[in-house]
């Protein structure tokens, strides 16, 4: 069974930067990629940046530029290194695993940017 918890979040200034770190276990071969997904209040969650298992990459457009997305190579950790940040960007953020046609979600993390 795979587990995922979130960290990293906080309050940052705009501008500012975060890095929000994934901790992954249970994790095998048979995981296919790791997202990062948002949600703000009232809002729906939506996709921020995905990694898979070659390493190939997709942003948001609101993460392009700002945003990066790695992994430790073994599944264990996936990261969102987040710059420039907006206060548009507060939300919850989590990380979602994909294998075997199911979805593994987080609990999140809260990011708030505000002055």
């Known amino acids: 069974q795979l587990q995922l918890v979130e960290s990293g979040g906080g309050l940052v200034q705009p501008g500012g930067s975060l890095k929000l770190s994934c901790a992954v276990s249970?994790?095998?071969?048979?995981?296919?990629?790791l997202s990062w997904y948002r949600q703000a209040p009232g809002q729906e969650r939506e996709f921020v940046a995905l990694v898979d298992r070659n390493d190939g990459i997709i942003y948001a457009d609101s993460a392009k530029g700002r945003f990066t997305i790695s992994k430790e190579s073994v599944w264990s950790m996936v990261y969102l290194q987040m710059t420039s940040l907006k206060p548009e960007d507060t939300a919850v953020y989590y990380c979602?695993?994909?294998?075997?046609?199911?979805?593994?979600w987080g609990q999140g993390t809260q990011v708030t940017v505000a002055s």
């Open positions: 979602k695993a994909y294998r075997d046609g199911y979805d593994y």
């Open positions: 249970g994790s095998d071969s048979r995981v296919q990629a």
